[in-house]
């Protein structure tokens, strides 16, 4: 079990971005998008490198999970999504057709 799933998500997000995961990915239109970065990507374009998953402080059904992605461009970033059934289910398939580096499930 990683230290990470006892502290907030804010707490692991300032973590890696002092990693280098600096870039943050939205999620639209069936494309993964680093607005920031002005590009778009496929989920062949991207691998995940970590997740973290988190449970809301008063309420278990307030879950997130918080993804880790490399690009193919070389940009390192985040992008978040709820889980169990209020989860973006198009996101979740989009991200089941990206590539996955050898990762842990914090």
Known sequence: MSIHNLKPMSEVMTD?????????????????????????????????TEEYR?????????????YT??????????????YGADSNVELEEFLDKANKKDHQVH
């Open 16 to 48: 890696l971005r002092e990693k280098g995961y600096t870039d943050d990915f939205n999620y639209r239109d069936g494309e993964l998008h680093n607005d920031s970065q002005k590009k778009v990507y496929q989920p062949k374009e991207i691998t995940i």
């Open 54 to 66: 988190f449970e809301g402080e008063t309420n278990p059904e307030d879950s997130s999970i918080l």
């Open 69 to 82: 992605l490399e690009t193919s461009a070389g940009e390192k970033g985040i992008l978040t999504n709820s």
